[in-house]
């Protein structure tokens, strides 16, 4: 049920002091990380609100309304979506339960409970009862059954609404004075009876006295400067009267009190030039805006404009959300460009008849479209006309039918083109990594339209032609093998257009910040893991010596890296499949993780080839080798169970292997490195992160981003974390020779590095790699090259977070100018493309520095939210940390001092940028060296792996 809508007619500054009273019970509980009830701290501290939302909807975008100091929810749909909600949304954002006071809706799971009497009247316009405010029960009720069961949810804020419906009960002055001060009695007893409670009044003017005001955050009314009438369902101005009324009822408020307002106005969800102008009218006139459709089922604009990051990516299976998912042309090729512009995949069958409910609109950045079928169901064409109909840009790519291009004013033609066919590349276009073959069949004659610009073309020999891709006034298309061209003999695929561009334009990407996971205080990020195949095998050099024994010895102990190390429990146990060599095997397991370098994770119990056939789930997709291997290893007496795969085999390792403290904390998926939904919900329970599939082996030889994956897959709601970079399976024939091919790994490494930083460093091996002598002689030769890089190692298991985190961060346009940046403690990094200004380090909050690489500009953040201001000179007015192959731990700025601290994997190499006049102090008894380089950085290094700097700015 969506509550009834805001009821109101319509100064206070953007940012307030709260009232004494009320900050200092706040600040008090802050300090004691409790909440004002004695609970552990779930919402926000009292601050002042900045921005603010009001979302009714079911389909909530929780990463989206983090962006915002406040939110308001129907508390019924909040807590069905998530009933920790408050918890999910804190600390940054308070969640505020919507509450209708004044008016009560069958709907609601108290209406039948009703005190007796307390019903007077009916609005007819929302079929709800009016009640009496003076009834002598109500107070009790509204505490008992309407507060208290949202108080023990979590909440502790309340946007009160339909204050003002006893107007319509009340007919003389006498009995609206004894309604209202009925009414605000009701919500003193609240202030006594739940300690910090707060509102947002839904107008309410008349209710706000000197006991009342310590607990109100602000007062909202709607329809400033926009408003909509739902009799005539138009929208239109507001007259200059009733918004002067209004202004002078704030005004009021706000001299007296203190008490900020909040304006709220309608605009169609197309119209967001106009909601970005009526919030900053609404903002200039001192109060919080809140613009956007009258449903409140949208993202709409406040003193922030969230931008919006998930791309709705329409594909043609209809198990979606399955393994089988992972073949889809959309998933293989469509999301890493998605995903390097910092786009979210929001994968959809195409046959999905779902609504998606409120605009899209401010909600998502695009829809794009990638059947691997010629047939487009209506509920995805209706999806793709909606959103070419409220500006949001629209992407063809793949099969498609004539009905759905004339959808989009195309108008393609019934017959193909006579060949032979010659396919031009427009001049000035941006090349794609090969030229198609079109043949005839694959052709029909048809014009890209006005003001479209023609990528490809194919031109028949009666100069008929078919412009095959192109980006158009409503986003772009590229169709069939003018997007991804098959190369002929199954040698692979090759993009005909340059994906990056061809996304950038059809979706009209801006310039604005994005997050990032390739990279960390500047410097690649780089990480270590292996699957434990092979940890039992023989090595081919003299005494025959366990794979274990040579990996450890002359790897993992010389280079001591932060590597994440695994187990499979058959391999290992004297119970699997090898119990001659388990003593052994688990002896040198055991060593590795003890390594306070190592971390530890599962490969899981019996290795599945295939864990959708050996769980016996149902699947279209094609088995992993079944005659060769089976579907998992034959381990004596045992049946499959995901659950022993999963949980057992987390604790067979903590139990036999690891030492006490340590927790196996990673699941490294086995075999075809696609698992069921089931599989990846109970890694998840388990509490252990996940990683492994996808890939990388994009090589000079075949130098394609065909052959670079994305970030992940969904599965069931949550996510498969791929691997980066792909093993040496890839590059030796799955070891059958050459044994040496892993070596080629360095041009995977360098060309997703330049020209665009697409991955982080990751080498990820089995340990038989070692069990040869060209196979170990490539892994040294990749470690080496790695550590020669500058790059900022991590674990694995942080990795992981980091995508997480890049999932939920939220980019915001501020009114007042700049960027606001929010993204988990996992996450960071953030980057912009190049050439956009460079950023104000004197007027941002939360940045320490920068610096370039690859067409990017990376921002390294020190807190989870982030202010990015720029200016138009750049001065370098304060130090600028330029990299570090460490994490920033603590970054105190002040005046003229700055103390950094730092934390890393091994001796600290750091870069800083400072401006004249300021200097590194007691750098040599804190133990670092200084050293100047070109360009007026420094670098300082450290023997140590953690250490601190304090520069201080000292005139003349």
């Not at 043949?439 to 023609?454: H, I, K």
């Not at 192109?470 to 993009?495: D, E, H, K, S």
């Not at 090898?578 to 971390?599: G, H, K, S």
């Not at 005659?627 to 499959?640: E, H, S, T």
């Amino acid at each position: 049920m969506i509550p009834r809508r805001l009821f109101l007619k319509g100064i206070a500054p953007l940012t307030w002091p709260l009232p004494a009273a009320l900050a200092g019970s706040a600040a008090a509980a802050a300090a004691s990380g409790s909440s004002l009830d004695g609970a552990p701290r779930t919402t926000q501290a009292a601050a002042p609100l900045q921005s603010l939302a009001f979302y009714y909807g079911a389909q909530i975008p929780f990463d989206e309304l983090s962006a915002f100091d406040g939110v308001v929810l129907e508390p019924e749909h909040a807590l069905a979506a998530d009933p920790a909600v408050v918890a999910r949304l804190a600390p940054q954002t308070l969640a505020m339960a919507y509450v209708s006071l004044g008016e009560v809706q069958a709907s609601r799971p108290y209406a039948a409970d009703l005190p007796a009497g307390a019903v007077v009247g009916r609005n007819p316009e929302w079929d709800a009862q009016i009640i009496d405010q003076t009834h002598a029960r109500w107070p009790a009720f509204v505490a008992e059954r309407i507060i208290a069961p949202l108080w023990k949810a979590g909440f502790r804020a309340f946007f009160l609404d339909t204050l003002d419906s006893y107007h319509r009960i009340a007919k003389t002055d006498s009995a609206r004075l004894q309604q209202a001060q009925a009414l605000r009695a009701t919500l003193r007893g609240l202030q006594q009876r739940y300690e910090g409670i707060r509102f947002l009044l839904n107008r309410g003017f008349e209710l706000v006295d000197a006991e009342l005001a310590p607990s109100v955050l602000a007062v909202a009314a709607e329809s400033l400067f926009q408003r909509w009438d739902p009799q005539s369902r138009r929208y239109g101005e507001v007259p200059e009267a009733d918004r002067r009324w209004l202004l002078d009822r704030f005004a009021e408020l706000r001299s007296r009190y203190g008490i900020a307002g909040v304006g709220i106005d309608y605009c169609a969800p197309a119209e967001r030039a106009l909601a970005r102008q009526t919030a900053q009218r609404i903002a200039d006139a001192g109060l919080i805006p809140w613009v956007a459709e009258p449903s409140l089922t949208s993202l709409g604009v406040s003193t922030i404009e969230v931008l919006p990051r998930k791309v709705l990516l329409l594909h043609a299976n209809p198990d979606g959300n399955t393994p089988d998912l992972q073949a889809e042309s959309a998933h293989m090729y469509g999301a890493l460009p998605l995903e390097y512009h910092g786009f979210v995949p929001e994968y959809r069958y195409v046959g999905d008849a779902t609504p998606v409910e409120g605009p899209l609109a401010g909600r998502y950045a695009g829809v794009v479209l990638w059947s691997d079928r010629s047939e487009v169901p209506e509920p995805a064409r209706a999806l793709l006309r909606l959103a070419r109909e409220q500006g949001v840009p629209c992407v063809i790519l793949g099969q498609s039918e004539p009905a759905l291009l004339r959808d989009f004013g195309l108008q393609p033609g019934v017959d193909a083109l006579p060949g032979p066919i010659r396919v031009q590349r427009l001049p000035a276009v941006p090349a794609g990594e090969v030229l198609p073959l079109i043949a005839p069949t694959d052709t029909v004659e048809l014009a890209a339209g006005a003001g479209s610009e023609v990528w490809l073309s194919a031109l028949a020999r009666d100069g008929r032609r078919m412009d095959g891709a192109a980006i158009t006034p409503w986003g772009g298309y590229a169709l069939g093998n003018f997007g991804v061209f098959n190369l002929p003999g199954a040698a692979g695929a090759r993009w005909s257009v340059d994906p990056i561009e061809f996304f950038r334009r059809a979706l009209r990407v801006s310039d604005a910040p994005m997050p990032d996971v390739t990279t960390r205080v500047g410097r690649r990020a780089f990480f270590v893991h292996f699957d434990a195949d092979g940890w039992v095998n023989r090595c081919d050099r003299p005494g025959s010596p366990l794979v274990a024994e040579v990996l450890l010895r002359e790897y993992i102990e010389v280079y001591r890296t932060p590597i994440l190390g695994s187990a499979v429990v058959a391999e290992i146990s004297k119970e699997g499949v090898y119990p001659e060599t388990a003593e052994a095997a688990q002896q040198w397991a055991r060593r590795l993780f003890a390594l306070p370098f190592v971390e530890a994770g599962s490969h899981s119990w019996s290795h599945p080839f295939d864990w959708v056939v050996a769980a016996g789930e149902q699947s279209s997709h094609r088995p992993y080798n079944p005659l060769k291997y089976g579907a998992y290893l034959p381990v004596p007496g045992y049946r499959f169970s995901t659950e022993t795969e999963v949980v057992g085999s987390k604790r067979w390792i903590e139990q036999n292997l690891l030492p006490p403290g340590k927790a196996c904390s990673m699941f490294l998926w086995p075999g075809d490195c696609n698992p069921p939904v089931s599989a990846v919900a109970a890694v998840y329970a388990a509490g252990m992160g996940n990683i492994n599939g996808g890939g990388a082996t994009i090589t000079r030889s075949a130098p394609t981003l065909c052959n670079v994956w994305p970030l992940g897959i969904p599965k069931g709601g949550r996510w498969q974390v791929y691997a980066p970079m792909s093993n040496e399976q890839d590059y030796t024939n799955n070891w059958t020779g050459p044994f040496f091919g892993f070596e080629r790994a360095i041009e995977t490494f360098e060309l997703t590095d330049a020209p665009r930083r697409l991955k982080p460093l990751n080498l990820y091996f089995h340990p038989y790699v070692v069990s040869n002598a060209a196979g170990a002689k490539s892994l040294h030769k990749l470690w080496r090259w790695a550590l020669a890089q500058p790059v900022h190692t991590i674990y694995a298991s942080q990795y992981f977070a980091s995508v997480l985190a890049w999932q939920r961060a939220v980019v915001a346009r501020r009114l007042d100018g700049g960027w606001q940046l929010r993204a988990p403690d996992a996450l960071r990094q953030w980057r912009q493309p190049l050439p956009s200004a460079a950023p104000d380090l004197r007027r941002s909050q939360g940045l320490a520095g920068y610096n370039e690489h690859a067409q990017m500009r990376y921002l390294h953040a020190v807190a989870s939210t982030v202010v990015l201001r720029t200016a138009s000179e750049l001065a370098a007015a304060a130090p600028r940390l330029v990299d570090a192959n460490a994490a920033v731990v603590r970054w105190e700025a002040m005046d003229q001092r700055l103390e950094v601290e730092f934390s890393g994997h091994g001796p600290l190499d750091v870069r800083f940028e400072w401006p004249p006049g300021w200097r590194v102090k007691d750098a040599a008894s804190r133990g670092w060296r200084i050293e100047r380089e070109a360009g007026g950085v420094w670098r300082l290094a450290s023997k140590h792996s953690r250490g601190s700097i304090e520069l201080e700015f000292r005139a003349g």
